[in-house]
């Protein structure tokens, strides 16, 4: 493989990388060591390798795997909340394996509330599942990639895809969702508590994540009264801020900026006509995309 289309794999393993790890700079940590360790082999060694491409994603998943396990330790020490990244839609798809073959939508498999639901898997599971059903890789390299056989590597994608399937059931489809943020956009304007509150799922959770470098709420809000009420109380501390709305993996999400800064990206899960989830990341580290 040359230069030029070693390099090109990049872009690709980045978003595979980040399915896995939940944040671009982990994921970027992940490529880098990747090709630290193509370039570590000598010439012998890379020329004995028939498919590097195929080299590139075992090494990146399996660097994954290692850092997933790391991870849990590092966000119990995380201050508040952790959630996943949230990133535009240009760079999702920019990050995409081409013409998957058995895989979530495109969009889904960088949405917040997807990777939310891959935070409560194994590493294995999670790699097993990104792999097979989003990168459409055989389950021979899911299972060279994991250290199991194809059987167990197959059933690890399978726990996986039921464990998704269970946790995101009943959830709209983009016309309900962004019909439904639009609704809650207004009435967060206007101030309108009880539309607010009919919008929110009586048992609906909000979750912030600051990351100990802003001001965010430390647990997350439960209840529809609690989380309408916290959320109308925003705009009094940060009474410069402007709202747009964004596309984003979710649908329509929103963008928070203070005297043009990126302040928050807040995006909502839909099930029905109600929001039950609502993900406010705050975090700068997050956020660097968006600038």
Not at 92 to 107: K, Y
Not at 139 to 153: L, S
Not at 242 to 267: C, I, K, Y
Request: proline share 5%.
């Amino acid at each position: 493989m040359g230069e030029q289309a070693l390099e090109g794999e990049r872009r690709r393993l980045l978003g595979l990388a980040y399915r896995m790890l939940g944040t671009v700079a982990d994921a970027e940590d992940a490529v880098q060591e990747t090709y630290v360790r193509w370039y570590r082999l000598d010439d012998a060694e890379r020329a004995a390798i028939d498919n590097p491409a195929a080299w590139l994603t075992r090494v990146a998943s399996r660097v994954c795997l290692d850092a997933l396990g790391s991870a849990r330790a590092r966000r119990e020490q995380y201050v508040g909340e952790w959630l996943p990244e949230p990133v535009p839609s240009e760079w999702a798809m920019a990050t995409s394996a081409p013409d998957p073959l058995d895989r979530v939508t495109l969009d889904d498999s960088v949405s917040s509330a997807l990777l939310v639901v891959l935070e409560s898997l194994t590493p294995a599971e999670r790699v097993a599942f990104v792999l097979h059903d989003v990168f459409a890789v055989p389950f021979a390299e899911v299972a060279a990639t994991t250290g199991r056989t194809p059987d167990a590597a197959r059933q690890l994608a399978s726990q996986a895809r039921r464990r998704v399937r269970e946790r995101r059931a009943g959830v709209a489809t983009r016309a309900q969702h962004d019909a439904v943020a639009r609704a809650f956009a207004a009435a967060t304007t206007t101030g309108d508590l009880d539309g607010l509150v009919a919008l929110l799922d009586p048992d609906v959770v909000l979750r912030s994540d600051g990351g100990g470098r802003v001001s965010a709420a430390r647990r997350p809000v439960v209840g529809a009264d609690r989380v309408a009420r916290f959320l109308l109380g925003l705009p009094r501390l940060a009474p410069t801020g402007v709202v747009s709305p964004v596309e984003t993996a979710d649908g329509l999400s929103f963008l928070a900026t203070v005297d043009g800064r990126v302040d928050t990206v807040l995006s909502v899960v839909v099930a029905g006509d109600r929001i039950t989830d609502l993900y406010l990341v705050r975090n700068p580290d997050k956020l660097t995309l968006w600038s």
